[in-house]
């Protein structure tokens, strides 16, 4: 059961949107509940993970991490069918975090944009808090294979609804 909704799906640009897509209906919604909710312990919690991803050994290992940073975030809501959800979905999460995670330079990128959302909840900041969650959620994007082939075809169709040469022949 562990893993089925980790079906075999390569980790395209549209499936990145839709996984995404789901964490920003869930996630950045959650404000209003985490900033009633989330105690200090937890702010704490997530930091001691965080601290962890930038000394991860793997990929798979940060991965992990970054994956246990949301769902602390996502429990500290206190919505039990959401957990459960979030935690259902914990395969196909876990594939797209896998992105980028091999290079050190990455691992410093999540952690400074986790150490900006802890910011943000523990000032009760609504706007930074969707601010960098955002960032967050589409960061992962350029480590999708074809990623800058569909922001390309969406740059040239753009032009050629605006009227404007694009150099395709």
């Known amino acids: 059961m562990r893993d089925l909704f980790s079906f075999a799906m390569d980790i395209s640009v549209d ?3 839709d996984i995404q897509g789901y964490r920003r209906l869930t996630e950045m919604s959650l404000f209003d509940l985490l900033s009633t ?3 200090e312990e937890t ?6 993970l965080n601290a962890r991803i930038r000394q991860a050994g793997s ?3 940060a991965s992990e991490l970054d994956y246990q940073f949301h769902k602390l975030m996502v429990d500290a809501a206190g919505n039990r069918t959401l957990s459960e959800t ?4 914990k395969p196909v999460i876990g594939r797209l975090m896998l992105a980028g995670k091999s290079q050190r330079l990455v691992l410093e990128s999540v952690a ?6 802890v910011k943000a909840l523990r000032e009760r900041d609504r706007i930074g808090f969707a601010y960098h969650m955002d960032r967050h959620l589409d960061a992962g994007l350029e480590f999708i294979p074809a990623a800058d082939v569909a922001r390309g075809k969406q740059v040239v169709h753009q032009a050629k ?3 404007r040469e694009t150099g395709d022949a």
């Not at 702010?43 to 001691?48: Q, V, Y």
């Not at 979030?86 to 979905?89: K, Q, T």
């Not at 400074?112 to 959302?117: F, Q």
């Open 15 to 17: 499936a990145f949107h």
């Open 37 to 39: 909710r989330i105690t």
């Open 43 to 48: 702010l704490t919690a997530m930091e001691m």
């Open 59 to 61: 990929p798979e290992e």
């Open 86 to 89: 979030y935690g259902m979905l």
């Open 112 to 117: 400074a944009e986790h150490a900006d959302i």
């Open 161 to 163: 609804a605006e009227g």
